[in-house]
């Protein structure tokens, strides 16, 4: 029986290692440094979802997935917001890249992996370490992802004229 994930055929051999790589992550592997840079990442998600929050988009987004005082749910940094971990994700992304604030690092994960790091690790009652093992983990893989799939400079060039985007 061949795992889904960790195939044996090679073309499929790059994903697998990814796949290792990320789930054999312990927080103890971690350089300092490293878990410096994630937490100074998190703070500054942190403060883009509460700056988005207080903008005309962030009030209509809130609006539209605040549930009145339900306190069981995971929070919206910032807001009297509490909601369900996969719309409580989804909500601290948009708002985090409300304001397009979010790191500069290619595919700015922050603005996907530190709202759902946050949402889950509530949702989980995770540890500081645990939820710091996820955002390194995601940043992992987001960064990885984004370089293997990166288009040649000339496409890029092409894509960012007719978009007016990067």
């Not at 890249?97 to 509530?122: F, K, N, Q, R, W």
């Not at 710091?132 to 960064?143: K, M, P, W």
């Amino acid at each position: 029986f061949e795992h889904i994930l960790f195939p044996r055929d090679p073309i499929h051999l790059p994903a697998g290692q990814l796949a290792r790589f990320l789930t054999d992550l312990r927080y103890e592997d971690i350089p300092d440094d490293v878990l410096h840079k994630a937490k100074l990442i998190t703070l500054d998600t942190i403060g883009c979802i509460i700056a988005g929050a207080n903008t005309p988009l962030g009030e209509k987004i809130l609006a539209a997935y605040h549930s009145g005082n339900n306190q069981s749910g995971c929070c919206v940094p910032g807001t009297s917001c509490q909601t369900a971990p996969s719309l409580a994700a989804k909500v601290n992304a948009w708002l985090a890249d409300v304001l397009d604030y979010e790191d500069v690092a290619v595919g700015h994960p922050s603005a996907t992996v530190i709202p759902a790091a946050l949402a889950m690790a509530e949702h989980l009652n995770a540890s500081p370490q645990q939820f710091l093992a996820g955002v390194v983990a995601g940043y992992e893989a987001g960064i990885r992802v984004h370089d293997a799939t990166l288009a040649s400079p000339d496409v890029y060039r092409r894509f960012a004229v007719y978009h007016a985007w990067h």
